[in-house]
């Protein structure tokens, strides 16, 4: 049997595809790729925003084109929102929410199983729709489609309920499972001679929520592990970074100098609208910190990428500006994340009457991203000359082959097989 497989939107999507992968392969499957003719095409959909569910769509249909016969299996937050929408796409076999996560190798490995998939919650276009239920396989799930770098599920769901955000309703509560867990997994993938494991989650910071542990115990714990000469913390929410953290990755310790922290605005007025749990001079005051404790002199700087949303409900021309001038100013990330607002049905952000319009979310999301591209030369050339370590990747593109620093800058050298999933100290 052949299976293809097709991931939209988060790093979390990709880890839980990769553990499907793995588990199909060790059931005798052959993956093929995407536009090859396949017996099941499995779709790990988003839906963060309306063009992420047209995306999902039509990956669905293609897979459709191109094998009638074959069944397509549709997961992802997408799933769990819209299911009666995917179950109307031609050619759809199953559909499994958040919920049904860990049954869909029993299914699809048994179609003749009475295993079948209960309704999830679908938000309707008439108001708020109730949680899904946690699944009950809600662990670790390593990723790894390099053999250098493996990405490290280590909590789902979240508790903040923004204005804007469909994600609670799509991924459920925070929640984790215990550090033990997390540090097996991590064991079995060094065993896999993997270097680099990246955290990731929908609020990585939030962990500890249903075990009582705590983030900082669990990257103490996974710093421990042999065999991993590298972590990264994909996402963090800026009021969850807490100094303790910080002193402590800073002392020396596996973690990059590499952080992930979502803003999404620099204006307090849309922060305090959407229901963040900080301001910006809370946030301005994290990457203060953060660069005081893990920037030396002739070292490296930390590597900052932050995500933004533009055309939020009331974003005003003032109000842009605020957050344009925080980033170019203020923070000065080495990459900015741009995302234009998209209107979520069954959120309160949808509801409010002051939406900006499309074209206005356009030329903002032009202007943050020519800001990108600006920050991130000038971010690259302030460590020019520093020595920093970079894992060798297997990729070869034109006789080169590519890696990043620990601050995730990218380099290349001529290829040598030697060098693979090794670390060498160069000078940027």
């Known amino acids: 049997m052949k299976i293809a497989f097709t991931t939209l939107g988060c790093k979390l999507n990709y880890a839980e595809t990769s553990t499907y992968e793995r588990g199909f392969v060790a059931a005798g499957w052959e993956v093929v790729p995407w536009s090859s003719v396949a017996d099941v095409y499995l779709v790990n959909t988003c839906a963060v925003t309306e063009t992420a569910e047209k995306k999902s769509r039509n990956f669905i249909r293609r897979a459709h084109k191109t094998n009638p016969d074959a069944r397509i299996v549709v997961t992802g937050c997408y799933a769990e929102l819209r299911r009666e929408q995917i179950e109307a796409i031609e050619g759809v076999w199953r559909v499994f929410g958040a919920s049904e996560k860990n049954m869909i190798l029993e299914v699809v490995l048994s179609p003749e199983s009475s295993a079948t998939p209960t309704p999830p919650t679908v938000i309707g276009a008439g108001g708020q729709a109730s949680l899904p239920s946690a699944p009950s ?37 925070s929640r984790n499972i215990p550090i033990c867990e997390c540090v097996k997994m991590a064991r079995e993938i060094a065993a896999a001679g993997v270097k680099e494991v990246v955290l ?25 592990v042999e065999g991993i000469e590298r972590f990264r913390i994909s996402s963090i929410e800026p009021n969850l970074i807490t100094p303790e953290i910080v002193d402590w990755i800073a002392s020396g310790t596996k973690f990059q100098p590499h952080f992930h922290i979502p803003l999404q605005s620099g204006s307090d007025t ?14 301005a005051s994290r990457i203060d910190y953060i660069r005081e404790a893990m920037e030396r002199p002739g070292g490296p700087k930390v590597f900052f990428g932050i995500d933004v949303i533009v055309g939020l409900p ?11 001038t925080f980033l170019k100013e203020r923070i000065k990330p080495a990459f900015i994340h741009v995302f234009p607002y998209s209107r979520r049905p069954g959120t309160k952000a949808a509801e409010w009457k002051d939406q900006v319009k499309d074209s206005v979310k356009a030329q903002r999301v032009a202007a ?23 894992l060798w990747e297997s990729s070869v593109k034109g006789g080169l082959m590519g890696g990043y620093t620990g601050n995730y800058i990218r380099l290349e050298k001529p290829f040598d097989a030697a060098l693979v999933n090794t670390l060498e100290e160069v000078e940027i």
């Open 368 to 390: 943050l991203e020519e800001l990108c591209d600006q920050l991130h030369a000038e971010f690259v050339s302030a460590n020019k000359g520093v020595r920093e370590k970079v």
């Open 200 to 224: 990731t989650g929908v609020n990585t910071g939030d962990f500890g929520r249903t075990t009582g542990e705590s983030f900082l115990d669990l990257l103490k714990a996974l710093n421990e």
């Open 314 to 324: 009331g974003e005003t021309d003032e109000l842009f500006q605020e957050t344009y």
């Open 270 to 283: 849309l922060l305090r609208r959407v229901g963040r749990r900080y301001d910006t001079a809370l946030f």
């Open 137 to 173: 396989a809600s662990g670790p799930l390593p990723s790894t489609g390099e053999r250098t770098r493996s990405f490290l599920k280590v909590q789902d769901g979240c508790n903040n309920f923004c204005a804007y955000c469909t994600v609670p309703y799509a991924r459920g509560r």
